[in-house]
C-alpha cells in the first residue's frame, strides 16, 4: 500500500501502516476482481477495503486447507483473537489489528464480524444445502455481511437502511458466482454449494457431479442445472443493481468495476458450455482491461463533478443501475499513477 493511501486515510503508526500494507498484499495475490475494483476508489478509502477484504481472504483460506487437519484450530483462534481485537482496539495479529481500526474509523457494526464467523465454522461442518433458503442463511454470515461492512466506507447519498439490504444482495451475487465458477474444486473439497432442490429437480445429484468431474464427460442435466443456478444468481443482481446509485458518486465506479466483471464471470461460464466441473471459466485480461478503462472514465467524471466526496454525500441524485454485461469498451492500459 503507498503512502499516499495510508496517509489520505489517516493512518500514520507505523505498525498500522505495515499491517494495512499486508491486507493489501493479500488482495493483490487472491482477489484479482476485488484488487482491481479498489484501485478505483478514492485514496482515502482503500486501506480500509483492503482490510475488510484481507481479513475475510484469510478467515476463508483457513477453511479452504480443512484437509490439512489444522483449520478447526486455526479458525478458534482466529475467532479469540477477532473477540479481543474488537474487546480492547488491539491484537497480535495484524490482519485483525488493520480490521479493529477499519471498524473504529468507520463505525462498522461488530455483528457483522461475528455473523462471518459462524459462516466460517459451519463450513467446517456442513457440505450441501437441501433448498436455496438454507443457502441464503448460510451466506448472509459468509457474503451479504461483506456487502454490509462496506457501506460506511462506501457512502451513501440515501440513509444507509436503504441501500443495506441492495449491498447484501451484491454480496450474495458475488458468492453465488463463485460458486457456480468453483463447482469443481469446491467439490474436490468435499463441498456442494449448489442446492439440492435444484439439482434434483435436473435428475443430478452429488454422485453425478462426481462422476462428471472424474470422467471428464459432461451430461446435459447437470448443465441444465447449471443453467437454473446461473439464471438464479442473475436475478440477485438485477435485486443488488439499484444500490449502485445509492453510493457516494466517487464509489459509484468502483463498486460497477466488480460487478461488471463478476457478471462476466457468469458471461464466461455460459460460452464455456458449463463445465465448470471439468475447468475454470475465466474473464480475459484483454475484457478485464476494458471494464477498468470504463471505470476510470468514470472515476474521472465522478471527481470532475463531486471534487469534494464529503459534500457529496446524501444529496447527489441517483445513478442508473448498472448491466451486468455492458458493451465492449477500448482497452486501456490502466497504470498506479492513473488511479
Excluded: K
Aim: some cysteine; aromatic content about 6%; overall charge positive.
Amino acid at each position: 500500500m503507498t503512502d499516499r493511501e495510508l496517509d489520505a486515510a489517516g493512518v500514520h503508526d507505523p505498525r498500522l501502516r505495515a499491517d494495512y500494507r499486508h491486507c493489501r498484499a493479500l488482495n493483490a495475490r487472491h482477489g484479482r476482481t476485488y484488487f482491481l475494483a479498489t484501485r478505483l476508489l478514492p485514496v482515502d478509502r482503500r486501506a480500509a477495503v483492503h482490510a475488510l477484504y484481507g481479513f475475510a481472504r484469510w478467515a476463508d483460506d483457513i477453511v479452504d486447507a480443512l484437509g490439512t487437519g489444522a483449520a478447526p484450530a486455526e479458525l478458534t483462534a482466529l475467532q479469540r483473537e477477532l473477540e479481543r481485537g474488537l474487546r480492547t482496539g488491539d491484537s497480535a495479529e495484524p490482519v485483525v489489528r488493520a480490521l479493529v481500526d477499519t471498524a473504529r474509523r468507520h463505525g462498522i457494526d461488530h455483528a457483522h464480524f461475528r455473523d462471518f464467523m459462524a459462516a466460517m465454522r459451519a463450513d467446517l461442518v456442513v457440505t450441501d444445502y437441501p433448498a436455496y433458503a438454507d443457502l441464503r442463511a448460510y451466506m448472509h454470515g459468509s457474503a451479504a455481511v461483506i456487502g454490509l461492512e462496506m457501506l460506511p466506507v462506501l457512502g451513501t447519498v440515501t440513509p444507509r437502511e436503504e441501500a443495506a439490504p441492495h449491498a447484501a444482495a451484491l454480496g450474495v451475487a458475488f458468492q453465488l458466482t463463485n460458486f457456480l465458477r468453483d463447482v469443481g474444486e469446491d467439490l474436490d473439497r468435499g463441498r456442494v454449494y449448489l442446492p439440492a432442490d435444484l439439482l434434483a429437480a435436473h435428475g443430478v445429484d452429488r454422485a453425478l457431479l462426481r462422476h462428471s468431474r472424474d470422467t471428464g464427460r459432461p451430461d446435459p442435466r447437470i448443465t441444465a442445472a447449471l443453467r437454473e443456478f446461473e439464471a438464479l444468481t442473475r436475478s440477485v443482481y438485477r435485486q443488488a443493481a439499484p444500490g449502485i446509485g445509492m453510493l457516494d458518486p466517487v464509489s459509484r465506479p468502483c463498486v460497477r468495476t466488480a460487478a461488471v466483471l463478476y457478471g462476466g464471470i457468469l458471461d464466461a461460464v455460459a460460452r464455456d458450455g458449463y463445465a465448470v466441473l471439468h475447468r475454470r471459466a475465466v474473464v480475459s485480461r484483454r475484457r478485464r482491461a476494458a471494464v477498468a478503462a470504463e471505470g476510470l472514465a468514470r472515476v474521472a467524471a465522478a471527481r470532475l463533478h463531486h471534487g469534494d466526496t464529503r459534500r457529496a454525500r446524501h444529496r447527489a441524485p441517483l445513478a442508473p443501475a448498472f448491466s451486468p454485461a455492458p458493451s465492449p469498451a477500448p482497452v486501456l492500459t490502466v497504470t498506479e499513477e492513473a488511479l
